[in-house]
């Protein structure tokens, strides 16, 4: 079902989290449109959960001497590392994006947080501030987006919001007083107040925000995920 909603909606770029290798297999066997970037948390390469993004091949080509992936702890670079607090490893990972018909770039940073640990989740924020901010294209616009276990008014959200990104929540962009954005359900579905633990982020002055949607589609109350999964439309301004 996953992978016949993202092909027929189609959207640009996509953020999974929590996914197996498997699954992600079968949903490109559906949407053989895109191509993808990933690794497993667990070793490096397949095993465990992905932080995959996936984007569709005939609009882009992935700069492979510009992505990545990094573990939030101490030392960020090694598999599987884990120091916050966090029991189990958490990642992120990165690509840069070009524009086959413009040749333009952008970077899109793809993160699962872990869901019990705030210091986790604190060191996570300031691990991909400082990330974003060393970018080698430093001029070329961001996505930050997935499940980061924190609701808006966690110090762990809230410091990208700060100095020195001063990050835009593209959904509150469009909707600043909408309070039915409750993002994680557990298959149960349904419309509730307060807790969207998911975010697409982007940075000031850099895209004009169309859209953007909490997506609660289900067939007969089967969701595609326990999370709803949350949806920007946006269009970079040329600098």
């Known amino acids: ?8 909606e189609s959207p640009d770029v996509i953020g999974l989290q929590e996914a197996l290798r498997h699954q992600i297999n079968d949903i490109r066997k559906m949407a053989r449109s895109y191509s993808e970037y990933g690794v497993g948390r667990d070793d490096g390469k397949s095993r465990g959960e992905h932080c995959s993004v996936l984007y569709l091949k005939d609009r882009f080509k992935l700069d492979k001497k510009d992505c990545g992936t990094f573990w939030f702890s101490d030392t960020p670079e090694k598999i599987a590392s884990k120091s916050w607090g966090n029991e189990i490893p958490r990642i992120c990972t990165w690509v840069r994006l070009i524009e086959k018909k413009t040749n333009k770039g952008f970077y899109v940073y793809n993160v ?3 869901h019990r640990s705030q210091p986790s989740r604190l060191g996570a ?6 990330k974003i901010s060393k970018r080698k294209q430093s001029n070329e616009p961001i996505i930050l987006m997935g499940d980061f276990n924190a609701a808006e008014n966690n110090p762990a959200i809230k410091i990208f919001k700060e100095e020195p990104l001063k ?3 593209t959904f509150r962009v469009v909707k600043p007083d909408e309070e039915m954005v409750k993002t994680f359900h557990g298959f149960r579905g349904g419309s509730y107040p307060g807790g969207k633990i998911d975010h697409v982020f982007i940075l000031p002055n850099t895209a004009k925000i169309s859209s953007a949607s909490i997506v609660r589609f289900n067939k007969d109350k089967r969701y595609l995920s326990d999370h709803y999964p949350v949806r ?3 269009g970079f301004i040329k600098p």
Do not use: F, Q, R
């Open 1 to 8: 079902m996953v992978g016949e909603w993202i092909k027929s």
């Open 232 to 234: 920007a439309k946006l």
């Open 125 to 130: 924020s300031k691990l991909i501030i400082e």
């Open 112 to 114: 699962h947080y872990d």
């Open 167 to 169: 990050l835009l929540d």
